[in-house]
């Protein structure tokens, strides 16, 4: 092989490998038009767990991380104990910075098998949405949990999936989303999470997906996001570098023109701009974007 048809060959596999690392099927410039950035934030659980309200506004401004979803016991203080003066000041801390406020993280759960801690949980949730719509936050999370034992699965999810429709009804009241993270040991199945859509039918019951190892189950990533792809309003990102289809998955939110926010669900760091600068990095590398 001579020296000029050895650098046709080597540019050709350069750019080869170079549109893999960005899933792409074909070179970064050809075909139809460029697809919209995914938007990138965090969630407070567990890199921003210790920042109050200044942190959080600075770190994320710093690192073009636009959006945060406050989860609940964290440094923040935003939770529903919030007098109503300083509900107001979180609302304008944000209005007045280039984050979003994207969400509030509950620990709300409904699969208990007591009536009163479930109705317990439903009110709790009924709070959180009051302080979303103080605060300006654009939805409420909350989650299953489990199956408790000696209960018939159906009945169960069935529970759930109920108790969810009475939270969205609620929910959209005020003008706040409800948006079930896919969470919890057996809960986390996407038959199951099924099931508790169609029993939660109503139209401001949302899903949160979590990257979890069941995602990878029950026919695989591509049937499960099938499944729940009309009602993604959340993604949640675990490190980028875990053993977990991200490429595949990146693909398949802009094959969907997904709008919504995907926010780092990463471990604490005692560097964390650097952590978020190189997550950014990734994340823009999986979409191709320079």
């Known amino acids: 092989m001579n020296r000029r048809s050895f650098l046709a060959t080597a540019g050709a596999a350069s750019a080869?490998?170079?549109?893999?690392?960005?899933?792409?099927?074909?070179?970064?410039?050809?075909?139809?038009?460029?697809?919209?950035?995914?938007?990138?934030?965090?969630?407070?659980y567990n890199l921003a767990k210790s920042w109050d309200l200044d942190t959080i506004i600075k770190n994320c401004t710093e690192t073009k991380f636009t959006g945060v979803e406050l989860r609940t016991t964290h440094a923040h203080g935003v939770?529903?104990?919030?007098?109503?003066?300083?509900?107001k000041e979180v609302k304008t801390r944000f209005a007045d910075s280039p984050v979003k406020l994207v969400g509030l993280g509950t620990t709300c759960e409904y699969h208990s098998p007591d009536p009163a801690v479930l109705a317990k949980n439903i009110e709790e949730t009924k709070q959180w949405v009051k302080l979303a719509a103080d605060v300006?936050?654009?939805?409420v999370k909350v989650r299953p949990n489990g199956l408790p034992p000696n209960v018939p699965e159906e009945k169960t999810l069935e529970q759930i999936g109920k108790a969810l429709k009475q939270c969205?009804?609620?929910?959209?009241?005020?003008?706040?989303?409800i948006r079930l993270e896919v969470h919890g040991r057996d809960t986390a199945r996407f038959p199951r999470i099924q099931k508790i859509l169609q029993h939660a039918d109503h139209p401001n019951f949302w899903i949160c997906w979590n990257c979890n190892n069941e995602d990878l189950q029950d026919g695989g990533i591509e049937a499960n996001f099938n499944m729940v792809k009309s009602r993604l309003g959340l993604v949640h990102l675990k490190d980028l570098y875990e053993d977990y289809p991200y490429p595949k998955f990146v693909?398949?939110?802009?094959?969907?023109?997904?709008?919504?926010y995907c926010l780092?669900?990463?471990?604490?760091s005692t560097d964390p701009i650097r952590v978020m600068k190189y997550m950014r990095g990734h994340w823009r590398t999986l979409q191709g974007l320079s």
């Not at 693909?251 to 919504?260: A, C, F, R, T």
């Open 251 to 260: 693909k398949m939110l802009q094959g969907i023109n997904y709008e919504g």
């Open 136 to 139: 300006g936050a654009a939805g």
């Open 264 to 268: 780092a669900e990463v471990p604490e």
């Open 168 to 177: 969205a009804a609620f929910g959209a009241e005020h003008g706040i989303p």
């Open 79 to 87: 939770e529903i104990t919030l007098p109503a003066e300083k509900r």
């Open 16 to 44: 080869l490998f170079t549109d893999r690392i960005h899933g792409q099927a074909g070179g970064a410039s050809g075909g139809g038009p460029a697809k919209p950035e995914l938007r990138l934030g965090t969630v407070t």
